[in-house]
């Protein structure tokens, strides 16, 4: 059936027949989209003859088909046939006008594009039939705004819109409008139409050129001025405004070679700011001109580039105003020689600094701001340096760095400026050369010699080859002793073979390459040791210093020890009055205790008084009761009342002597007892040794 149909309605479709319907009445029945189904009733059959009929008009592109299913019956219900599927197709009409896919494109395309190049496309949908006549599309610009002259073309099938020149110029056109057509029917007349608005933005690109307004500035700065601003150079660029296609970038092409000046953009108004960055002299230049360049942060499209050979250029006069500054120490560091050693009161030029409007040095006055060791006075109207003491080189350190000495020049209105003098000074051979050892140890056999060196703290000038030799020597010590030379600071010290161990002085005379000389005693310790620590620890014990402390110790014990003797002689006397031993000494015993003492030994007198010694090594004596030592070992007799005695003599190497009476009874020892004969040929011969000597452990 046809889409839109005019009628009349119903409209006769077409018949449906069943064979059985020569034998048997039939009645005819369909059901599916159109009768049951919705769109209900559009469609509907004669019970009797099977015509088809459709009530109304049909839209495509609401159904495009229906399918229907028609029923053959008995009139007792029973079916004549099998159901029928009964398609029915709506037949397309160009009803459906084609639509864009939007009402307004937007489209971008720079402006420095080539032709043909693709700025966008465009799509248009018909819902009429597809692949028929209906769905046909053509597109077409129907107007340009503005309207000449003609930059874009669409593609008929496609939509794809282009340029169709390479002219575009943001700066003169910066957006175009177009109405764009779509046709059904391939573009035939009678063909359905549809249109949309297409918005195309020129972007900008860097197509011109940044010119400055003046070929020629002038401008002005106070010399010693730095840091200063002193011109704003506008520009003028039809760019975009605020993009880098706009922003300009400034450079000095010539007349910066100092470095004086500086130049940059500012970014709100883009103008060139010219600055002073390190002050300009007036008495060398009262003006410098500069040339300044100018371009983009965006580098120029290629057809700007090939046009420009060179960027925009213009020419900065800039004027230097004078400015009385003072005067000028230049240069800042100015050196001089002075010869070593020379005399007090010598006269040298010294720093100058000069006016810099006069270029003159008159009537500038000097002083010294510093001088390290003080050699120098400054002379206040001519800047010359006196010495005032004897410049000695290798006082200074390092010694070959500079002396140097700040100078301060000061002109009439009281202005300044400091320089620095530096001072060589020329070294002269005022240094013999010296030995730098002063005691050695030589391991014999092992080492069979010992090198020595020696250092002039004059110039190497003045200095190596050194010159070694025994200066002064007996035969003696030719005999022992040798030197010879290992290398311009060096030499070798040999000894005989059979020389003895001991320390030997040996003179040394050393000499530098112009005859400076001296000489050292050195001290050889000629040992026989493995490695040299080993004598000089044993040099180190030999030579034991006393003290202040170990001198009155000393003193201490000579006054102990004649305090020992006066007790001895107490208890000679009181043996001799009383022979035997008392009457309460009959009841007691002398034992042996072989428990050391806790470090001091106790000599008795027999009159009761008790003398203390301390790290005695001798052998002790008392009247009535004795304590000795016995090779390391101490003994104690102690008093025991009411036992027995026993009596230990203070004589013994090793072994204990020990006499013993019989328990129970009071027994007489003749042995203990001596007459003052036998008192004074028992004592007398230890009275004669160094001290009381007793050991405590």
Request: glycine share 8%; with cysteine.
């Amino acid at each position: 059936m046809l889409e839109n149909s005019l009628g009349p309605f119903p409209l006769f479709l077409q018949q449906v027949q069943s064979d059985a319907a020569q034998n048997y009445t039939i009645f005819y029945s369909i059901s599916g989209r159109g009768v049951d189904q919705e769109p209900l009733n559009l469609f509907f059959i004669e019970r009797d003859t099977g015509n088809l009929y459709c009530t109304r008009p049909v839209d495509r592109e609401e159904y495009d088909v229906f399918d229907l299913i028609a029923y053959a019956s008995t009139a007792d219900g029973y079916s004549a046939d099998l159901p029928l599927p009964l398609p029915i197709r709506v037949e397309d009409e160009n009803d459906n006008h084609p639509i864009f896919t939007e009402a307004i494109y937007n489209f971008e395309v720079p402006e420095s594009s080539k032709l043909g190049t693709t700025v966008g496309v465009v799509c248009a949908t018909d819902r009429d039939e597809p692949d028929t006549m209906h769905t046909r599309l053509k597109y077409s610009i129907l107007e340009q705004t503005p309207r000449s002259p003609g930059l874009f073309s669409v593609h008929p099938s496609t939509g794809v819109i282009t340029t169709v020149t390479h002219y575009l110029d943001r700066e003169t056109v910066d957006k175009y409008s177009l109405i764009m057509k779509v046709q059904d029917m391939d573009g035939q007349n009678f063909g359905l139409v549809g249109t949309s608005t297409c918005i195309i933005t020129v972007k900008d690109s860097n197509d011109n050129a940044p010119t400055f307004k003046q070929n020629t500035y002038e401008a002005s700065v106070e010399e010693n001025a730095y840091n200063v601003e002193i011109l704003r150079i506008p520009i003028e660029d039809k760019d975009l405004i605020n993009t880098a296609n706009w922003r300009a970038n400034f450079t000095i092409l010539k007349g910066n070679e100092n470095e004086h000046f500086k130049i940059s953009t500012d970014k709100e108004t883009n103008e060139g700011v010219l600055y002073v960055v390190k002050p300009l002299n007036y008495e060398e230049n009262h003006q410098v001109i500069l040339e300044i360049g100018v371009g983009n942060e965006a580098p120029f499209t290629r057809d700007v580039a090939l046009r420009m050979t060179t960027m925009n250029r213009a020419l900065v006069t800039v004027h230097v105003r004078d400015q009385d500054e003072g005067p000028e120490c230049s240069p800042a560091a100015q050196y001089i020689r002075i010869t070593e050693n020379a005399a007090v009161g010598s006269k040298i030029n010294g720093y100058k600094a000069y006016d810099p409007e006069t270029k003159s040095s008159n009537h500038l006055r000097y002083k010294k701001l510093n001088d390290p060791k003080g050699w120098i006075t400054i002379d206040e109207i001519s800047g010359s340096i006196i010495t005032s003491k004897i410049l000695d080189r290798e006082a200074m350190a390092p010694r070959n760095e500079l002396y140097n000495i700040t100078v301060l020049a000061i002109d009439q209105d009281g202005k300044s400026c400091t320089g620095t003098l530096a001072v060589s000074i020329e070294d002269m051979n005022d240094n013999p050369p010296e030995v730098l050892q002063s005691y050695v140890t030589v391991c014999k056999p092992k080492m069979k010699y010992i090198d020595i060196s020696a250092v002039d703290p004059d110039e190497p000038i003045h200095g190596a080859p050194f010159y070694f030799s025994l200066a002064n020597t007996s035969p003696e010590t030719n005999k022992i002793w040798t030197l010879t030379k290992v290398n311009d600071t060096a030499a070798r010290l040999s000894y005989w073979k059979n020389a003895e161990s001991q320390e030997y002085s040996v003179p040394i005379t050393v000499k530098d390459r112009e005859g400076q000389s001296t000489t050292k005693i050195l001290t050889v310790n000629l040992c026989d040791c493995t490695h040299p620590s080993q004598c000089r620890a044993a040099r180190r014990s030999a030579g034991v210093i006393l003290g202040k402390w170990a001198i009155l110790a000393i003193l201490l014990g000579i006054a102990l020890l004649f305090s020992v003797l006066l007790t001895l002689v107490c208890g000679v006397v009181g043996a001799k009055k009383r022979k035997g031993f008392p009457e309460d000494l009959a009841q007691q015993n002398l034992i042996i205790s072989n428990t050391e003492a806790p470090g001091d030994d106790k000599v008795c007198s027999a009159n009761g008084f008790m003398t203390q010694t301390v790290n005695n090594s001798g052998q002790g004596f008392c009247g009535t009761m004795g304590s000795g030592v016995k090779n390391g070992g101490q003994e104690t007799i102690e008093m025991v009342k009411g036992g027995h005695r026993t009596l230990e003599s203070c004589q013994g190497t090793g072994h204990h002597h020990t006499l013993d009476s019989c328990r129970g009874g009071p027994t007489e020892v003749d042995n203990c007892r001596y007459t003052y004969s036998e008192w004074h040929s028992f004592t007398q011969p230890r009275l004669g040794e160094d001290s009381i000597r007793g050991h405590t452990g």
